[in-house]
């Protein structure tokens, strides 16, 4: 450009600048990377091989291995329900982490059959691994057709770069099959021979014989996806023969498709007693940048997170309690009593260091799960000085069911109560140690004191049999914000202070680096550390509060030692517009209970509050024979409910828990007796207990009632004689309660277009009232399984069929709640069942961010806004997460921000239309009541986009009026400049990205316009 002209045009352009002067500059939209995306193309690569022990279905150990080969894997679990188990007779091909293929001998006999043959009673299969020699060997016996013991085996064993070779052999005159069970949605991409496979579709299988259709097939297996790096074959060699079968099949739960490929048929004539093939995966990814396994366990291949290693033998973190709670956790279940003492605190009586952990007596705090190596041994030590305690107790439990400490109590339980957990108390500092033998489960800890209060310091988890001397990483680092907990509210200072404890004079360097959800970095700094004469060292941390505005923010530092391997770790802290629960839609955000039962209960309730949970069910202050007195305990908890506007939206009648009736003669029987026909005297006894519980209910938590739950499978076919039960509980409720709401079920297991039997439950129960001249108040449902990644179990989809079929059955606009649904789990670590809360409550093992926490915070936050599409006929849902808050300082899950962002920007709003402008995209606009405009809330459904596995695509918008962005932390976001056109690019994630405008109409006008476009 010309000088001259330059100079002419600086004062435009410095007049247009002035309106952002002291304004700060807004961040782009985001663009999260995908984590776990695997390239086109790889290599072949070598083999690594894992083994761990684990249980069979029948409960037997095995001890299996994994064979893997980067992104792909042939692994020998299998999973069961939501259990992992070992398969040692039944290998599974997984790619990208995706179960795709698996295999198994068939063998049949005159004397029984199975994979292969029946097993012989007191003599077990057994296997052996030899990871050097890359070789693996499973041996059954069984009986003959001679009648002679024989032996088949079933290998594996490495052969070269991406390969594994099968060898099987009947080790008699017996014949055996390989069979392979394919992933059928890989059905168009599966080649036999050469030759590609085209599944068959519904109406042609329901068309066939058994619903089957069956073909000869010949040549190698080939199934790929598109890429070479998500590719394998199964190759035989010589044309070899094979039949596959394509399969429907219905059942109460729901519609299934199979496609299974058999090597070679067996019948009376006999067949092929051994056979080989091998495993090629071809090109595969191997992310060397990825962190190590921790124990048996790769967290980074599970998870896309780091749990970091210790530099030292003490494996165990925050060991002195210098990093105050952190890496703890307070013991759920127990009863808060207003007024009494905490029940720990950081103390400044130390054995080593600044700081150890007071334990008041009878209380008890638990250690995060740590993954040990499978079959070593360990030992715990500790140091603890009696303040009155007579006992401390250093009790252990398996982080999962399946582990040999299963501890008391089921999994939400104390640890072990054996001998080796106990120790008696010392005034005087003195260590204690215990050694046992670990598994692939995990382990927790918890720290007790019993007859007073005791302090503890100073432990030490390592591998052997002998306490060695204590040991700790030479840095570790601390970060505290301006709020106790690290807890900010929008607005307040952030005051950000890095800490670090050691040794007077110890030096270090710690890389630090700031993210939030999207991983974007918000802060980098290279800080020097020398540690004190005091032992400690503090920095201020500049952070931009600008730049970062809300969420949860996660601080990595790696630190360098000199004599030490580099070493991280993970730190958080969150600031968000706290809530009060006074906007019209809180009740939409809805989760379990967790304040009732927990020791700290006023101080979550508030959180949840805060985070913006509005509303939870299941609540029940009226129970047991002396209910007076258990009112009594309960007060305190009852009166959460009041002070955090927290509402009860529903609870049932104790025939759902006989154990907690008032009734005596209630509390002998058992839940199933209710669900069939039952004696008038006994229909009398549940009417007066009814009467008695509501009677005495807090009148302003009672919002509705009902009279069991989950009770289809048992009443399916008599919904008649279950009828009277309802009936009877209802004509008992109304009597005391004449204006309480009733419902005709908590809910059933799920109500979801592939699970028949609850939408038949809840249809008939609302087809029995019509005739019986009324209708319910309420209908409530459990939605479990039904989230937008699945287009054939929708959440929206099926809060639509309800609809239609409560319009179809007289129940047309009574309001709906899904009074339970979600339930996903924030750690996948399958092998320890991490599907449910349910079957797993042992939480989280470090502070870094990782998959499933992101996956669950974005699910949810997309089923609550599916849910406000149909409020306020929908009033409330549960995500049945009890504890959102994951340490005993608690720390938010990024669920909570997510809640919190949509409590704040979705706080009173109708429901204006949809736009789908392609599969997999979605977006809802709604009239913003509260701001007198409009808000969109748009998002990419892919499960493998919000499993970090593949990149989001874009929409490509021609607004017709200004729009405002903002994330799912509730952050704006600079508006996308506009091309030529018009248009404007707007990237999509995992994440709803709210939009606002003036107009709702011609908001949902443009986002129905607009186009998909690929990723960037």
């Not at 506007?645 to 008032?662: G, K, Q, V, Y």
Request: proline share 6%; charged share 25%; hydrophobic share 40%.
């Amino acid at each position: 450009m010309n000088r001259n002209i330059a100079i002419l045009l600086l004062p435009l352009f410095l007049l247009w600048l002035c309106p952002l002067w002291g304004r700060p500059l807004l961040p782009p939209l985001p663009e999260p990377p995908a984590l776990r995306e695997v390239p086109h193309s790889g290599k072949p690569v070598e083999a690594e091989i894992r083994v761990v022990s684990i249980s069979e279905k029948n409960g037997r150990a095995a001890e299996v291995p994994e064979f893997r080969f980067g992104n792909k894997s042939l692994d020998f679990k299998v999973r069961e329900g939501t259990s992992l188990i070992a398969a040692p007779n039944a290998p599974v091909i997984t790619v990208n982490g995706k179960s795709v293929a698996k295999l198994s001998l068939w063998g049949i006999n005159k004397n029984g059959f199975g994979y292969p043959f029946k097993e012989i009673d007191g003599d077990p299969p057994h296997q052996e691994t030899n990871a050097a020699a890359g070789t693996y060997v499973f041996k059954k016996p069984y009986l003959a057709s001679n009648g002679k013991r024989a032996v088949a085996t079933l290998s594996a064993k490495v052969e070269g770069k991406s390969k594994v070779r099968l060898e099987w052999d009947s080790g008699s005159p017996d014949a055996v099959s390989l069979w392979v069970v394919l992933d059928r949605s890989r059905g168009d991409n599966v080649s036999f021979g050469g030759k590609k496979w085209e599944n068959k579709d519904r109406q042609f299988l329901l068309s066939r014989k058994n619903f089957e259709y069956a073909e000869d097939v010949y040549g190698d297996i080939s199934v790929s996806a598109g890429a070479p790096t998500d590719e394998f074959k199964i190759v035989f060699g010589g044309g070899a023969k094979g039949n596959v079968t394509d399969s429907y099949k219905r059942n109460k739960w729901g519609e299934s498709f199979g496609l299974i490929y058999r090597n070679s048929e067996i019948s009376g004539r006999g067949g092929p007693t051994s056979g080989s093939a091998t495993i090629d995966f071809g090109e595969c990814h191997k992310d060397e940048s990825a962190p190590p396994p921790v124990g048996v366990l790769d967290f980074w291949e599970l998870d896309a997170t780091h749990v970091p290693l210790s530099p030292v033998a003490n494996i165990m973190p925050n060991p002195g309690f210098e990093q105050g709670l952190r890496y703890w956790n307070e013991r759920r279940g127990e009863l808060w009593i207003p007024g009494r003492p905490q029940k720990f605190e950081i103390s400044g009586d130390a054995f080593e260091g600044k700081s150890s952990l007071l334990l008041r007596d009878g209380k008890s705090l638990v250690s995060f799960p740590l993954s040990l190596k499978s079959g070593r041994k360990y030992t715990l030590s500790f140091y603890a000085k009696s303040l009155g305690a007579r006992t401390v107790r250093a009790s252990l439990k398996s982080a999962a069911k399946g582990g040999n400490i299963p501890g008391a109590d089921g999994i939400h339980g104390l640890g072990d109560n054996s001998a080796d957990s106990s120790f008696e108390a010392s005034k005087q500092w003195r260590r204690y140690s215990r050694t046992f033998t670990a598994d692939c489960y995990g382990i927790k800890i918890f720290l007790q004191a019993r007859g007073g209060d005791a302090l503890f310091d100073a432990l030490q988890l390592q591998e052997g049999e002998v306490p060695t001397e204590f040991v700790k990483a030479p840095i570790e680092g601390n970060l505290t914000v301006s709020a106790p907990g690290g807890d900010l509210s929008f607005g307040e200072p952030i005051g950000a202070r890095f800490h670090a404890f050691g040794a007077p004079g110890t030096r270090a360097v710690a890389k630090l680096s700031l993210k939030n959800i999207y991983y974007e970095t918000l802060f980098e700094k290279d800080l020097d550390i020398e540690i004190g004469p005091d032992g400690t060292f503090s920095a201020p941390l500049d952070f931009d509060q600008n730049r970062l505005g809300q969420g949860i923010f996660c601080l990595r530092a790696d630190y360098k030692a000199e004599g030490f391997p580099a070493y991280s770790d993970y730190y958080r802290f969150d600031v968000m517009k706290k809530l009060f629960n006074t906007h019209a839609t809180k009740n939409i955000f809805g989760t379990g209970k967790a304040f009732d039962v927990h020791p700290s209960a006023d101080k979550l309730a508030r959180k949840f509050m805060e985070w913006g949970f509005g509303s939870t069910n299941w609540y029940d202050p009226v129970a047991a024979e002396d209910y007076a007195a258990f009112m009594k305990i309960k007060e305190p908890t009852t009166e959460l409910f009041r002070r955090y506007r927290i509402d009860n939206t529903l609870f049932s009648s104790h025939i759902e828990a006989p154990d907690r009736a008032i009734l005596p003669q209630l509390r002998k029987m058992k839940r199933d007796d209710f669900r069939k026909e039952v004696s008038s005297e006994i229909l009398k006894l549940v009417e007066r207990d009814v009467k008695i519980q509501l009677e005495n209910y807090p009148e302003d938590l009672m919002m509705c009632y009902a009279p069991s739950n989950e009770e289809e499978q048992s009443v399916r076919g008599n919904f008649d004689g279950y009828f009277k039960i309802q009936a009877a509980v209802r004509k008992a409720a109304l009597e005391v309660r004449p204006n309480l709401k009733m419902s005709p079920t908590h809910g059933t297991c799920r109500y979801a277009k592939n699970y028949p039997v609850g939408v038949e439950a809840v249809n008939r129960y609302m087809e029995l009232a019509v005739a019986n001249g009324f209708k319910w108040d309420y209908i409530t449902v459990h939605m479990y399984g039904s989230y937008d990644v699945d287009p054939e179990d929708d959440f929206d989809a099926n809060i639509a069929m309800l609809k239609a079929n409560m319009s179809a059955r007289g129940h047309a606009g009574v309001p709906i709640q899904i009074s339970e649904c979600g339930n996903i789990c924030d750690v996948s670590i399958p092998l320890w069942n991490t599907h449910w809360y349910d079957h797993y409550s042992s939480g989280r093992l470090g502070y870094d961010f990782n998959n499933q926490e992101i996956y669950q915070a974005c699910v949810f936050a997309r089923l609550y806004l599916a849910a406000l599409k149909y409020y306020p006929q929908v009033e409330a849902v549960n995500i049945w997460v009890y504890y959102p808050a994951f340490d005993a300082r608690m720390s938010a899950l990024l669920l909570c921000k997510a809640v919190n962002t949509l409590g704040n920007l979705y706080a009173d709003v109708g429901f204006a239309g949809e736009a789908r402008p392609a599969p997999g995209v979605r977006a809802y606009v709604f009239e913003d009541r509260a701001n007198s405009g409009a808000i969109a809330a748009v998002w990419a459904t892919s499960e493998e986009i919000a499993r970090g596995r593949k990149r989001a695509p874009a929409l490509l918008v021609k607004f017709d009026q200004p729009a405002e962005f903002y994330d799912i932390n509730g952050n704006p976001r600079a508006a996308p400049a506009a091309d030529k056109d018009g248009n404007v690019r707007v990237p999509l994630s995992a994440a709803p990205l709210s939009i606002r405008a003036a107009d709702a109409g011609g908001l949902l006008k443009s986002l129905k316009s607009a186009v998909v476009l690929p990723p960037n």
